[in-house]
């Protein structure tokens, strides 16, 4: 091969290097949108009602309004602070519990989790008069029968369904 030759050879491999620089080049990676995650850690309305449908609690959305009407709304009541105990729920002896024992006549919990939990636990206790249950309004009926308002207001009921949950 002679001089010339070698020369347009070469000038044809710069060409082809230029022409194509893919064939080079790594490609770059393609930068990964993170999908942004809920704070599931947070104790807030969203988490609790998340996680009590997640465990399994019936009527959670009654369960939620019941947790912040009873925990001086929105969790800010010393029971909640102190005990995990957004609910009033009581130590209970005779079923299952995640109750870590007993503060202020009331039952501690290690976390808000634990306390739903807990009230899970309750209604697995009455499994079988809430498994009949079809409509909100029978459950908030069942409440009261079930002894679980104990001497709470005679206007519980509808207080209970006039709080606003804010998700």
């Known amino acids: ?30 930068p990964v949108i993170e999908q942004q995650q ?5 104790l807030n309305q969203s988490n609790v009602l998340r996680y009590a449908t997640k465990i399994g609690v019936k009527f959670p959305e009654v369960y939620l309004r019941q ?13 909640s602070k102190t005990n995990n105990n957004f609910h009033g729920m009581a130590h209970p002896y005779i079923r299952k519990t995640t109750s870590i024992g007993v503060k202020g006549g009331m039952a501690k919990y290690k976390s808000w989790r634990h306390c ?17 249950i079809n409509t909100v309004d029978d ?18 009921e509808k207080e209970l369904l006039m709080v606003k949950l804010s998700l």
């Open 67 to 79: 947790c912040i009407m009873e925990s001086g709304h929105y969790f800010e009541s010393n029971l």
């Open 38 to 42: 809920p704070d599931t850690n947070t």
């Open 139 to 156: 459950y908030i009926k069942f409440l009261r029968k079930s002894g679980y308002l104990g001497g709470a207001r005679k206007t519980y």
């Open 1 to 30: 091969m002679n001089a010339a030759n070698i020369i347009i050879s070469l000038t044809w491999v710069m060409f082809l290097v230029s022409y194509y620089p893919h064939v080079e080049k790594q490609l770059e990676p393609v």
């Open 116 to 132: 739903i939990i807990d009230y899970k636990y309750w209604q697995e206790y009455w499994q079988e008069e809430i498994d009949a």
